[in-house]
């Protein structure tokens, strides 16, 4: 009953907006806390946001095996601890995934199962727009941010379900819809 939701997608295309969104409006879903050795952006929390990382201790995590998945990606490495999905499964949350597509590629080869979902921008300029817009990262972060996008944008078919979010509240609602009919909680359930 209780999936795994990978939701993957260019950086600045609305992952981020999309599934708090989507944790709001289905019940049962919990977001898995990635780890990173990013340096924190401000008002980001260590636990809550990321398990923020040093290097060393990103290695000495996956010597110990401890990642489902882990890539680098624009110069910092990202994994998903197994103990943050397998803890949330056993107690019947389902788990959402918010990873970039070589973490999305690994979970789909050790989880068949998992959900996939590929959120794709109306057109490419509206992702340099977003992340400007956002105002988080540097004009050098949001380039190479861009770089990475191209060949994530190239591999988009391979995933079972792709939402372009052009409007938001219509693409929340789609992947709503999508995360329903995986779950087989219709959308009126609990409505009212
Ligand atoms: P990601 O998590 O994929 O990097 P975010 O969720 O942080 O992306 O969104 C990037 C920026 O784009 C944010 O400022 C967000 O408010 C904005 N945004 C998200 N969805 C839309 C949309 N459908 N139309 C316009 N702006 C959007
Ligand atoms: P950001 O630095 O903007 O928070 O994240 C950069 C990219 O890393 C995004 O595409 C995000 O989805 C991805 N990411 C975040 N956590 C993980 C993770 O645990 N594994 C992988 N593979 N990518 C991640």
Do not use: C, M
């Given at each position: 009953m209780a999936k795994v939701f990978v939701i993957t997608g260019p950086s600045g295309v609305g992952k981020g907006t999309l599934i708090s969104k989507l944790l709001e409006r289905v019940q049962g879903l919990e977001l898995s806390i990635s780890a990173t050795t990013r340096e924190p952006r401000e008002g980001e929390v260590d636990g809550r946001d990321y398990h923020f990382l040093t290097p060393e201790e990103f290695d000495r995590r996956i010597a110990a095996e401890d990642f489902l998945e882990f890539a680098t990606?624009?110069?910092?490495?990202?994994?998903?601890?197994?103990?943050?999905?397998?803890?949330?499964?056993?107690?019947?949350?389902?788990?959402?995934?918010?990873?970039?597509?070589?973490?999305?590629?690994q979970v789909r080869a050790a989880m068949r199962e998992s959900v996939q979902v590929f959120i794709a921008p109306p057109?490419?300029?509206?992702?340099?727009?977003?992340?400007?817009?956002?105002?988080?990262?540097?004009?050098?972060?949001?380039?190479?941010?861009?770089?990475?996008?191209?060949?994530?944008?190239?591999?988009?078919?391979?995933?079972?379900?792709?939402?372009?979010?052009?409007?938001?509240?219509?693409?929340?609602?789609?992947?709503?819809?999508?995360?329903?009919?995986?779950?087989?909680v219709p959308l009126d359930s609990g409505a009212e």
């Open positions: 990606y624009s110069g910092n490495r990202y994994g998903t601890l197994r103990s943050e999905v397998r803890r949330r499964l056993e107690q019947g949350h389902s788990v959402v995934l918010e990873i970039e597509v070589q973490g999305a590629r057109d490419p300029a509206s992702l340099r727009h977003r992340l400007e817009s956002r105002g988080t990262d540097s004009l050098e972060a949001i380039d190479s941010r861009l770089e990475v996008a191209e060949q994530e944008l190239a591999a988009q078919d391979e995933f079972a379900h792709r939402v372009v979010n052009d409007e938001l509240e219509r693409a929340a609602g789609e992947l709503e819809g999508i995360v329903r009919a995986e779950l087989g």
